[in-house]
């Protein structure tokens, strides 16, 4: 069973009449141009979500993690993943850099203003030639004076282009070995040096604006330095446990949209002289997908609790972002199939859902990585 309580419920309500009146009827538009609007940032911001957890002395609601899951997963039945990802980047992928790794006067400088929506955040780890393998980054970042500068490339940078603040990672010490030697630092929109190469055209995301930066010679005052210098990788580390339960939000959320659409549309749709639906193949496929996904709905909330808990959890946190980036394209695959050619229309969510769902087997962790870290933790 599900934890949840009145206020969960009443969350789940408002974010899906959020969903209906302010982002359904507009994320075509959205699609279109290439990002997600930041007035659309702002409500939410006014509404109390993009501070879901923090403290209450920078504007957050200091919620429990279980009622930011909650929230990702209410948010993830949007059908336009691209806009959904916007979102949790900002709230789950990158704010928590400087929540987590912040001192006081970094958080003072930055917090309410993400919080309030007035500026969105991302984070820059991926590289051109380091993705999964975080600790093979080239960006550098040298001590000269009171500054660091930084030089290097960032690849597939969510919210990149329309960003206001990055959270940027850089190899602090060229001699450390491996994963030591890399550091956090917060750099500014408009900081000379750092520029927006290309804005990326992708399969799916649409509505995300994804995005190569550049830092050339980029000079960021040493007191953007966040966290611990050569301490970055572990900072790193341990906010992918948060993203990657915000991914499996996502994974799990399209998929009970999409199972959602599928059994409507096979109940109404007429062949053989009965409905999709009287065919039991149709009923079952469909029925043990549900079963699926409510399994690993009721386990992503399991993983929220070993966070809430403060519990060690990196095995529990690589299954379900493999689990989930995997399940939500098996769902995809038979509800884009039942949906027959109307499925592959660029007209119809289910198919928008499918490009959308391709990339959570990817981002955040790859399944094959993620089960090499639970490869390491088994217990048998
Ligand atoms: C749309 C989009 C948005 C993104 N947003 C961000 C962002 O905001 N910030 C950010 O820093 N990054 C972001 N990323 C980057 C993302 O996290 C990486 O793409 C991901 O970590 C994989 O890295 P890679 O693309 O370099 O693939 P590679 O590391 O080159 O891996 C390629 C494939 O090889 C396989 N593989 C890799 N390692 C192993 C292994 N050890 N064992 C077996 N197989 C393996 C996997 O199948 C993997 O998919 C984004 C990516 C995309 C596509």
Not at 102 to 119: R, T
């Amino acid at each position: 069973m599900i934890y949840t309580t009145p206020e969960h419920e009443a969350l789940r309500e408002q974010v899906a009449r959020f969903l209906e009146k302010e982002v359904e009827p507009h994320g075509e538009k959205w699609e279109a141009q290439g990002f997600t609007p930041r007035e659309v940032l702002r409500k939410m911001g006014q509404l109390g979500w993009l501070g879901m957890t923090y403290s209450s002395e920078y504007g957050g609601a200091e919620a429990d993690f279980m009622t930011s899951v909650v929230f990702q997963e209410a948010l993830s039945r949007s059908t336009f993943g691209g806009f959904i990802v916007t979102v949790l980047v900002h709230t789950d992928m990158a704010s928590p850099h400087l929540v987590h790794a912040g001192n006081e006067e970094q958080k003072e400088k930055y917090l309410p203003s993400l919080i309030s929506g007035e500026k969105i955040s991302a984070v820059g780890v991926s590289e051109p030639d380091a993705g999964s393998d975080v600790a093979g980054i080239r960006t550098n970042a040298k001590r000269d004076g009171n500054d660091y500068v930084i030089n290097g490339t960032k690849m597939f940078i969510t919210n990149g282009v329309h960003a206001d603040l990055y959270f940027v990672a850089a190899k602090t010490d060229p001699e450390a070995k491996g994963s030591r030697g890399i550091s956090m630092f917060i750099v500014e929109k408009g900081t000379p040096g750092f520029s927006v190469g290309r804005s990326l055209n992708k399969h799916g995301w649409h509505s995300s604006d994804t995005a190569e930066l550049i830092f050339d010679n980029c000079r960021v005052p040493a007191e953007n330095l966040l966290g611990e210098e050569n301490r970055g990788f572990y900072a790193v580390m341990q906010n992918f446990q948060i993203e990657r339960i915000a991914l499996g939000a996502m994974a799990v959320g399209h998929a009970l949209t999409a199972l959602k659409l599928t059994t409507q549309w096979v109940k109404e749709r007429k062949a053989f002289g009965g409905h999709l639906f009287d065919k039991q193949v149709i009923r079952q496929r469909l029925s043990m997908l549900a079963a699926k996904t409510e399994a690993a709905r009721s386990y992503l909330y399991h993983c929220a609790w070993l966070v809430n808990e403060n519990k060690e959890c990196v095995k529990e946190v690589s299954m379900l972002k493999a689990l989930t980036g995997e399940l939500v394209n098996e769902v995809m695959y038979t509800c884009q199939q039942f949906h027959g050619g109307m499925g592959y229309m660029r007209e119809t969510p289910i198919e928008r859902l499918v490009r959308d769902a391709r990339v959570l087997a990817v981002g955040g962790g790859a399944t094959e990585v993620m089960l090499e870290e639970v490869a390491k933790r088994l217990y048998f």
